[in-house]
C-alpha cells in the first residue's frame, strides 16, 4: 500500500521511491497465445452448439413424422422426440453458460450442460447401435404391417434406409457431445483466468498511475517549500 502522508509533512524520498518500487514488477496479462485459444475454444463451443440445435430439431422433427405416419411402435418417436430435447436443453445451458462471466444463476448452467453432454453421448451411442442392432427385426415389423398402416413399397424402403442413416447421425451428435465436454472443460477456466489476469494489469496500471502523480505532487510540494524558505531568508520574512 502507498504510504501514507501526514498533514503538511511532505513524504521523503526514500519512501516514495519505496511506493514506486513496490509497482515495479509488472504483471503479465493474457498472452497472444492465450487470447487465440480462447477464441479457437469459443468459435468451435458455438459450432458445437450450433449443430447440436440443427440435430435436436431435426430429432423432433423425425419423431414427430414417424409418429404422424405410424411408421414405428410408440417406443420409437417418443424416445428420440425426447432425446431430440434433451439436446435443445444441453444446447440452451450451454449457450447461457458461456455467454455469462458474472456470478449469477446463469453460470451454474454452463457445467450442468457439460454433464448433460456425457449423459446425452451415452444414449446417443446406446440409441444408435439398437437401431443398427435391431434393423433386421424392424425391417420384418415393416414387411408385416406396411399394408395395415399404408406405408408403400417406397416408402418401406426409404424408412429402412433412413434407420440406419439416424443411427450415424445419432453417432455423429455424439461425438459433438464428447468434443463439447473436452471444450468446455477448459473454455470457462481459462477465460475466467484471462480475464483475472487482465484485471490484476489494470489494477498494477492504475497504482503505477497514482504512484506517479504522488510522487509529481510531493516534487512540486518540495519545489513550493524550498522557494517560500528562499523567498522567506531574502525578505526577512
Given at each position: 500500500t502507498l504510504p501514507r502522508k501526514e498533514k503538511g509533512v511532505p513524504p521523503n524520498r526514500t519512501e516514495s521511491?519505496?511506493?514506486?518500487?513496490?509497482?515495479r514488477r509488472r504483471p503479465n496479462g493474457p498472452t497472444c497465445c492465450q487470447t487465440c485459444c480462447r477464441w479457437i475454444q469459443g468459435k468451435m463451443l458455438l459450432l458445437i452448439n450450433v449443430i447440436d440445435f440443427i440435430g435436436g430439431v431435426g430429432l423432433i422433427a423425425f419423431g414427430a413424422y414417424v409418429y404422424d405416419k405410424?411408421?414405428?411402435p410408440?417406443?420409437?418417436?417418443?424416445?428420440?422426440?425426447?432425446?431430440?430435447?434433451?439436446?435443445?436443453?444441453?444446447?440452451?445451458?450451454s449457450t447461457c453458460g458461456a455467454c455469462c462471466w458474472n456470478s449469477c444463476?446463469?453460470?451454474c448452467l454452463y457445467p450442468v450442460s457439460a454433464m448433460m453432454g456425457i449423459l446425452?453421448?451415452?444414449?446417443?451411442?446406446?440409441?444408435?447401435?439398437?437401431?443398427?442392432?435391431?434393423?433386421?427385426?424392424?425391417?420384418?415389423?415393416?414387411?408385416?404391417?406396411?399394408?395395415?398402416?399404408?406405408?408403400?413399397?417406397?416408402?418401406?424402403?426409404?424408412?429402412?434406409?433412413?434407420l440406419l442413416t439416424v443411427a450415424i447421425g445419432l453417432f455423429a451428435?455424439?461425438?459433438?457431445?464428447i468434443l463439447r465436454f473436452c471444450v468446455s472443460k477448459r473454455y470457462k477456466k481459462g477465460k475466467r483466468y484471462d480475464e483475472a489476469q487482465q484485471r490484476m494489469l489494470d489494477e498494477h496500471e492504475d497504482m503505477e498511475q497514482r504512484a506517479l502523480h504522488?510522487?509529481?505532487?510531493?516534487?512540486?510540494?518540495?519545489k513550493h517549500a524550498k522557494l517560500r524558505a528562499?523567498?522567506?531568508?531574502?525578505?526577512n520574512l
Open positions: 521511491r519505496g511506493a514506486m518500487a513496490s509497482y405410424k411408421y414405428a410408440d417406443y420409437v418417436y417418443i424416445t428420440i422426440t425426447a432425446m431430440g430435447m434433451f439436446v435443445l436443453i444441453t444446447t440452451f445451458y444463476w446463469a453460470c446425452l453421448c451415452l444414449g446417443e451411442i446406446t440409441c444408435g447401435s439398437l437401431l443398427i442392432a435391431y434393423h433386421k427385426k424392424y425391417t420384418k415389423w415393416l414387411n408385416e404391417n406396411h399394408q395395415k398402416y399404408n406405408i408403400s413399397e417406397s416408402e418401406v424402403e426409404q424408412l429402412k434406409h433412413g451428435l455424439a461425438f459433438m457431445e504522488n510522487e509529481r505532487s510531493r516534487e512540486r510540494a518540495e528562499h523567498y522567506a531568508e531574502k525578505y
